[in-house]
């Protein structure tokens, strides 16, 4: 839910979804702040696109073994987030399950040949630039969104906005005094909704595997590949992170889900972050 009468409320596609961005409070020009926050998705989406041949990252999956390529820095945070997310989760979470993702069609196959093997750990990352020690596809779509979101309520707020929202497919930046309801869908009926509760200043991220399943030998899987087996994960429960910022909160939904425990990991802790396991019907 949100304010009955927002001063903008604008949604466009990006990033493989629907992103909408919406202002309650601005002392600026609302408009002049929507597009801003439009145009930095679009710019993250740009950068750090698999899909998007010309894109930096695709440059890194392509070139990266063989000689450093240079990044933007937002390219160049992500990758240092996605690593710092990978030492702190054991390896469950990790950016190099792309070979996977692209044999079950999760993911458009590049023309060279996949990639064996390898982790996100494999990057050596520096200032303005990265190259890998092995071959590597990178797939950033696990938290790029995430990092898409944080990047628009920073132009939002630069641009005089004190109160509003963006929602990326389900990842959701809420900022302002007011506190605001979430809900999340239930797993097992989509339909359906579960409330969270109120907050304000949080970051809200779900994985879940109703609207992006694909049917393979093993049953329904969903795009989230467990890097220990190269398997990816059977259609069940969801997870949702609540966070302080949308990158973190989309990431760790990955790491949770695999984690294979109902009882919070404790790494969920070192970054200030809650987990909500959904098996359908019923909350975990």
């Known amino acids: 839910m949100s304010p009955s009468s927002p001063e903008a409320r604008r949604a466009r596609p990006l990033l493989g979804t629907l992103v ?80 996977a993702l692209a044999a079950l069609d999760f ?74 309801p979430v809900v999340v869908r239930d797993p097992a009926d989509p339909c359906r909704h579960w409330s969270l509760g109120e907050f304000r200043d949080i970051a809200i991220a779900t994985s879940a595997g109703y609207y992006a399943a694909r049917s393979t030998a093993d049953g329904l899987v969903m795009p989230i590949i467990d890097p220990r087996s190269d398997r990816a994960v059977a259609v069940g429960p969801s997870v949702t992170v609540l966070a302080d910022e949308c990158a973190t909160a989309d990431a760790l939904t990955k790491a949770v889900m695999l984690s294979g425990t109902d009882a919070p990991p404790a790494w969920l802790r070192d970054f200030g972050a809650q987990a909500v396991r959904l098996e359908g019907r019923m909350a975990a």
């Open 20 to 99: 909408e961005v919406r202002i309650d409070a601005c002392e600026g020009d609302a408009e002049a702040a929507v597009a801003a926050a439009f145009a930095a998705v679009a710019q993250v989406q740009a950068l750090m696109s698999f899909h998007d041949l010309d894109s930096e990252l695709s440059r890194l999956n392509r070139l990266g073994h063989r000689l450093p390529v240079s990044l933007h820095p937002w390219t160049v945070d992500v990758l240092r987030r996605a690593q710092a997310l990978h030492r702190a989760t054991g390896g469950l979470f990790d950016p190099a399950v792309a070979p």
């Open 107 to 180: 993911l458009p196959a590049p023309l060279a040949a996949a990639p064996r093997g390898g982790s996100i750990a494999d990057l050596v990352v520096g200032d303005g630039v990265a190259c890998g020690v092995r071959p590597l596809w990178l797939d950033l779509g696990g938290i790029a969104k995430g990092y898409a979101v944080d990047r628009a309520v920073d132009a939002l707020r630069m641009r005089g906005v004190r109160a509003g929202a963006v929602n990326a497919g389900g990842d959701l930046r809420l900022f302002g005094d007011t506190p605001q």
